[in-house]
């Protein structure tokens, strides 16, 4: 997967989780939590979705990598590439 | 039109999901209802065959006004009763329906899953529900859904609301205002706080996470809503209601778990028998429920089969929450957002994860002494996460 494609898939998951949110009007340091408003309910879901999308599963710890786009797109690269 | 809260005065009618000739079983969901608090699923309260159905989609009624009349097994069709609203016993044999089945509204065997700002788009702007794909949980309609199929497809009868509210926002902060406001003029509460040594339960529940993938991961969440149902198993008078007649202690824990919506609103939907689930169980169906809460898809019996209700702050919020009681329950159980403090370990000062929880309870069915058992009980079994 290109930066793009993994950029897509990440706002596809957001956008499912959360319904209410329109993936044109998340920002790229929005964050899940303080600006999205995500709970740890949501949070668990996405990276269940991504899990599902990507093929990279993201442990607890590594939750905080994954708080804003920005910060998620280059970690799920990262993890795909290893 | 059945009462789905101690707030409700009336509900306007969305869809029927039967239709005359049907055939009906306690439990089944035969109707969706628009409410201030979005979207309930009707169920029926007594099986029976559906004899005629006396509200009309769109019409705005009192709770108690008959919605339709189900005539139950072995009844002639001159007994016909009004069902929901009024139960009656049923009757050995099942006849034939006397009527061939005559089929008028326009019914899906399923309904139409959608969220309430979907509903009152899809209202406003006449398009029909029934035409659009879902790509919400569990494919219900979500508000973008409304907004690709763009403006008015008018023709459907189904889709006008006409005593639709304009704002469901509004609606949801009326009906909260009217709950809560009884709740503060007819119940004397008392508050009771303790502070909960957390760190066991956290690194049990780091270790199990670690070596789960995240579909079969568990939140700290369920670890409490499963130690507040276990300790309000065993609790006197803080698990219930309270009517005219006074207190009824439930003999069963039906956890009200209070859900926030995004956007504004709370919603507090029961698992029921939340004292007999598996964490996994109780992990699924917070799930279920807090999914279902957002797309407006929840049952009226989870409305109103709450016995207890659990309030969680969850990762971002503040240290401590003095709850309001949602009548006619006696009791609120909130929990803080679970932080790092220096307490108290052994002879030792040490850095724990730690969590206050609130108890607001309604002093006509008990007093302190019990609410601090209950609140030290919900303590104890926090401290052996692996027996939850």
């Known amino acids: 997967m290109t930066e793009d494609e993994i950029r897509a898939a990440h706002l596809a998951a957001l956008t499912d989780v959360a319904p209410d949110l329109s993936a044109d009007d998340i920002g790229p340091d929005d964050h899940l939590q303080d600006d999205l408003e995500l709970d740890s309910m949501d949070v668990l879901n996405l990276v269940a979705a991504l899990h599902k999308a990507t093929g990279v599963d993201i442990p607890e710890a590594d939750y905080p990598q994954i708080a804003t786009l920005r910060l998620a797109v280059p970690y799920l690269a990262r993890r795909m590439a290893a | 039109m059945p009462s789905l809260g101690a707030d409700m005065e009336a509900g306007t009618l969305a869809e029927w999901l039967?239709?005359?000739?049907?055939?009906?079983?306690?439990?089944?969901?035969?109707?969706?209802?628009?409410?201030?608090?979005?979207?309930?699923?009707?169920?029926?309260?007594?099986?029976?065959?559906?004899?005629?159905?006396?509200?009309?989609?769109?019409?705005?009624?009192?709770?108690?006004?008959?919605?339709?009349?189900?005539?139950?097994?072995?009844?002639?069709?001159?007994?016909?009763?009004?069902?929901?609203?009024?139960?009656?016993?049923?009757?050995?044999?099942?006849?034939?329906?006397?009527?061939?089945?005559?089929?008028?509204?326009?019914?899906?065997?399923?309904?139409?899953?959608?969220?309430?700002?979907?509903?009152?788009?899809?209202?406003?702007?006449?398009?029909?529900?029934?035409?659009?794909?879902?790509?919400?949980?569990?494919?219900?309609?979500?508000?973008?859904?409304?907004?690709?199929?763009?403006?008015?497809?008018?023709?459907?009868?189904?889709?006008?609301?006409?005593?639709?509210?304009?704002?469901?926002?509004?609606?949801?902060?009326?009906?909260?205002?009217?709950?809560?406001?009884?709740?503060?003029?007819?119940?004397?509460?008392?508050?009771?706080?303790h502070r909960i040594d957390l760190q066991a339960a956290t690194d049990w529940l780091a270790a199990r996470n670690a070596a789960r993938p995240p579909e079969e991961r568990l939140l700290m969440g369920a670890l409490i809503a499963k130690a507040t149902a276990l300790a309000a198993l065993g609790a006197k008078a803080v698990n219930g209601h309270y009517t005219e007649e006074g207190f009824r202690q439930a003999d069963a824990v039906h956890l009200g778990l209070a859900v926030s919506l995004r956007g504004g609103g709370l919603i507090a939907p029961a698992i029921r028998n939340a004292h007999a689930l598996s964490l996994d169980g109780m992990m699924a169906a917070m799930r279920d429920v807090v999914a279902r809460a957002r797309a407006g898809r929840l049952r009226s019996s989870e409305m109103t089969d709450g016995t207890l209700t659990l309030s969680s702050l969850g990762e971002k919020g503040v240290e401590a929450m003095a709850g309001i009681i949602y009548p006619p329950q006696v009791a609120l159980v909130a929990f803080g957002t679970p932080m790092p403090d220096a307490v108290p370990h052994g002879d030792e000062v040490a850095v724990r994860e730690t969590v206050t929880v609130s108890l607001a309870a309604d002093h006509r069915a008990s007093d302190g002494r019990i609410g601090a058992k209950f609140l030290a009980e919900i303590d104890r079994q926090l401290q052996h996460p692996e027996e939850l």
């Open chain 2, 18 to 193: 039967v239709a005359p000739g049907d055939r009906v079983k306690r439990g089944d969901i035969v109707a969706v209802v628009e409410t201030q608090k979005g979207a309930i699923e009707i169920e029926i309260f007594e099986g029976g065959t559906v004899e005629r159905l006396e509200a009309e989609i769109g019409q705005k009624l009192p709770v108690g006004a008959p919605l339709a009349l189900i005539r139950g097994a072995g009844e002639a069709a001159s007994e016909m009763t009004p069902a929901p609203a009024a139960p009656k016993p049923a009757a050995a044999t099942v006849p034939e329906p006397a009527a061939p089945r005559l089929v008028e509204a326009t019914v899906s065997a399923t309904g139409v899953a959608a969220s309430p700002a979907a509903r009152a788009l899809a209202a406003e702007r006449g398009v029909d529900l029934f035409k659009l794909a879902g790509t919400g949980p569990s494919g219900a309609i979500v508000l973008t859904d409304v907004e690709a199929a763009g403006p008015a497809t008018r023709a459907a009868e189904t889709a006008a609301i006409p005593e639709r509210p304009t704002d469901p926002r509004a609606e949801m902060r009326k009906a909260i205002a009217a709950a809560m406001a009884k709740s503060k003029r007819e119940i004397p509460h008392y508050y009771l706080f």
